[in-house]
C-alpha cells in the first residue's frame, strides 16, 4: 500500500523500523530479519541511514529495494543531509529512482566524531533537505518529531515551530522519536496540531529489550520514564529473560492505549528482532483496525 494511502478511511498504519547490518556484515544477514518480519504485514519497513553516512554507501538502498522487490512491502529511506552535499543528495536521488524507491525520511542527522568528513554546509536543517528533494522529484517526504523536543532545541514550542517549517517545506507525515510516555505523547500532539500541523504523526514505540539497550537510547534522546516503567527496570534489571518479557507487555500496553486514544499510527523499533516484533504484532493486530476487517 502507498504511503499516502495508509492512512486513509481513518486506518491506524503500523509500520517498522530496522536498520542495515554492520559494517564488516554482509548486506544477506539483512534476510534473517526480513524473513522473520514479512508474516506481520507491515505498511512499510523503513531502513536506517548510518550518522556520517555517505552518497557512497547504497546499503540503505540495496535494503529498500530488497523489502519491496522480495517482500512485496512499501519501504522508506532514511537520508540525513549534514554530511551530504547538494551533489551527494543529487547522486542518492538517482540512486532511490533507479530502486523504485519514493518514500524518504529525511532527515538532518547528528554531528559524529568519527565521520569520515566534516559535516559540508548547504544544509543546515531537515526543513532545507526537504525543500531541496522536493525539486528532485515525486518523493513521499516524511520528518521526524520529538514528543519531549528535540535535546538541542530550547523549548518543546520551539522545536514545534521549527516542525512546522518541515512541513511546510514538503514534509507530509511525521514519525516520532522514542517515548515511555503516552500523556507526554499527547500533550505534544495537542501543541502541534494547535500550531498548524495537520500531517498524519505516527508514535515511535521501542521496546525495552534489556537494561543496557534502554540506557543507551534514554542517554541519546532524552526521554523521560514514567514511574510505571523505572519500576519494571529496578525489578528484572538482573534478569535477561525476564526484562525482554517485561519490556514487550509495557510495550504493548503502550501500543493499546495509543490506539485506543486514537493516534494516527505505531512505529515501531523493531531493532532488527523480528521476535520483539511478532509478539508485538500478534497482540495488537485484533485491535489495530475491526472497523476495516475485510477491506484491508
Ligand atoms: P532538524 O529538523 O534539523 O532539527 C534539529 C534541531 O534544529 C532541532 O532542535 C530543531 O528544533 C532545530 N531546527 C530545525 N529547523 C530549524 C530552523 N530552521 N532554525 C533553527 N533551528 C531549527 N539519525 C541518523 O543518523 N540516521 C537515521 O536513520 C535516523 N533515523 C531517525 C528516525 C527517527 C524517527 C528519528 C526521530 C530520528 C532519527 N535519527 C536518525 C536521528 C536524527 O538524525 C537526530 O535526532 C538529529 O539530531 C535531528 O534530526 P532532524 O531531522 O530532526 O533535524
Same mark, same amino acid.
Given at each position: 500500500?502507498?504511503?499516502?494511502?495508509?492512512?486513509?478511511?481513518?486506518?491506524?498504519?503500523?509500520?517498522?523500523?530496522?536498520?542495515?547490518?554492520?559494517?564488516?556484515?554482509?548486506?544477506?544477514?539483512?534476510?534473517?530479519?526480513?524473513?522473520?518480519?514479512?508474516?506481520?504485514?507491515?505498511?512499510?519497513?523503513?531502513?536506517?541511514?548510518?550518522?556520517?553516512?555517505s552518497a557512497a554507501?547504497?546499503?540503505?538502498?540495496?535494503?529498500?529495494?530488497?523489502?519491496?522487490?522480495?517482500?512485496?512491502?512499501?519501504?522508506?529511506?532514511?537520508?540525513?543531509c549534514?554530511y551530504n552535499s547538494r551533489e551527494d543528495i543529487d547522486l542518492i536521488c538517482e540512486q532511490?529512482?533507479?530502486?523504485?524507491?519514493?518514500?524518504?525520511?529525511?532527515?538532518?542527522?547528528?554531528?559524529?566524531?568519527?565521520?569520515?568528513?566534516?559535516?559540508k554546509k548547504d544544509f543546515?536543517?531537515?526543513?532545507?533537505?526537504?525543500?531541496y528533494?522536493?525539486?528532485k522529484?515525486?518523493?513521499?517526504?516524511?520528518?521526524?518529531?520529538?514528543?519531549?523536543?528535540?535535546?538541542?532545541?530550547?523549548?518543546?514550542?520551539?522545536?514545534?515551530?521549527?516542525? +512546522? $517549517?518541515?512541513? #511546510? !517545506?514538503? /514534509?507530509?507525515? =511525521?514519525?516520532?522519536? *522514542?517515548?515511555?510516555?503516552?500523556?507526554?505523547?499527547?500533550?505534544?500532539?495537542?501543541?502541534?496540531?494547535?500550531?498548524?500541523?495537520?500531517?498524519?504523526?505516527?508514535?515511535?514505540?521501542?521496546?525495552?529489550?534489556?537494561?543496557?539497550?534502554?540506557?543507551?537510547?534514554?542517554?541519546?534522546?532524552?526521554?523521560?520514564?514514567?514511574?510505571?516503567?523505572?519500576?519494571?527496570?529496578?525489578?528484572?534489571?538482573?534478569?535477561?529473560?525476564?526484562?525482554?518479557?517485561?519490556?514487550?507487555?509495557?510495550?504493548?500496553?503502550?501500543?493499546?492505549?495509543?490506539?485506543?486514544?486514537?493516534?494516527?499510527?505505531?512505529?515501531?523499533?523493531?531493532?532488527?528482532?523480528?521476535?520483539?516484533? +511478532? $509478539?508485538?504484532? #500478534? !497482540?495488537? /493486530?485484533?485491535? =489495530?483496525?475491526?472497523? *476495516?476487517?475485510?477491506?484491508?
Amino acid at each position: 500500500m502507498k504511503l499516502s494511502e495508509i492512512m486513509q478511511n481513518g486506518r491506524t498504519a503500523f509500520t517498522f523500523e530496522i536498520f542495515p547490518p554492520k559494517k564488516d556484515m554482509p548486506i544477506d544477514t539483512i534476510y534473517n530479519t526480513l524473513d522473520g518480519l514479512k508474516g506481520l504485514k507491515p505498511d512499510f519497513i523503513s531502513v536506517t541511514y548510518g550518522a556520517g553516512g555517505s552518497a557512497a554507501d547504497t546499503k540503505t538502498a540495496d535494503i529498500a529495494q530488497i523489502i519491496q522487490e522480495k517482500y512485496g512491502i512499501e519501504a522508506a529511506v532514511h537520508l540525513t543531509c549534514l554530511y551530504n552535499s547538494r551533489e551527494d543528495i543529487d547522486l542518492i536521488c538517482e540512486q532511490l529512482k533507479e530502486r523504485n524507491i519514493n518514500n524518504i525520511l529525511a532527515l538532518r542527522g547528528d554531528f559524529n566524531p568519527k565521520a569520515s568528513c566534516e559535516p559540508k554546509k548547504d544544509f543546515l536543517h531537515a526543513s532545507d533537505l526537504i525543500a531541496y528533494l522536493k525539486t528532485k522529484g515525486d518523493f513521499h517526504i516524511m520528518g521526524a518529531c520529538y514528543p519531549e523536543g528535540h535535546q538541542e532545541a530550547v523549548s518543546l514550542e520551539a522545536d514545534i515551530d521549527n516542525l +512546522k $517549517r518541515k512541513v #511546510d !517545506a514538503g /514534509a507530509t507525515h =511525521l514519525l516520532s522519536q *522514542l517515548f515511555f510516555d503516552n500523556d507526554a505523547y499527547f500533550r505534544f500532539l495537542e501543541k502541534a496540531r494547535a500550531a498548524g500541523i495537520t500531517v498524519p504523526i505516527e508514535a515511535g514505540i521501542m521496546p525495552c529489550t534489556s537494561k543496557a539497550s534502554i540506557e543507551r537510547m534514554v542517554t541519546m534522546c532524552g526521554a523521560s520514564l514514567p514511574a510505571k516503567f523505572t519500576r519494571m527496570m529496578a525489578r528484572y534489571e538482573s534478569y535477561p529473560e525476564a526484562i525482554k518479557e517485561a519490556g514487550i507487555a509495557y510495550a504493548i500496553d503502550q501500543v493499546i492505549d495509543l490506539i485506543s486514544r486514537g493516534v494516527d499510527g505505531i512505529h515501531l523499533y523493531t531493532m532488527n528482532s523480528p521476535y520483539v516484533a +511478532k $509478539r508485538i504484532s #500478534d !497482540a495488537v /493486530a485484533p485491535i =489495530l483496525n475491526p472497523h *476495516l476487517k475485510g477491506t484491508d
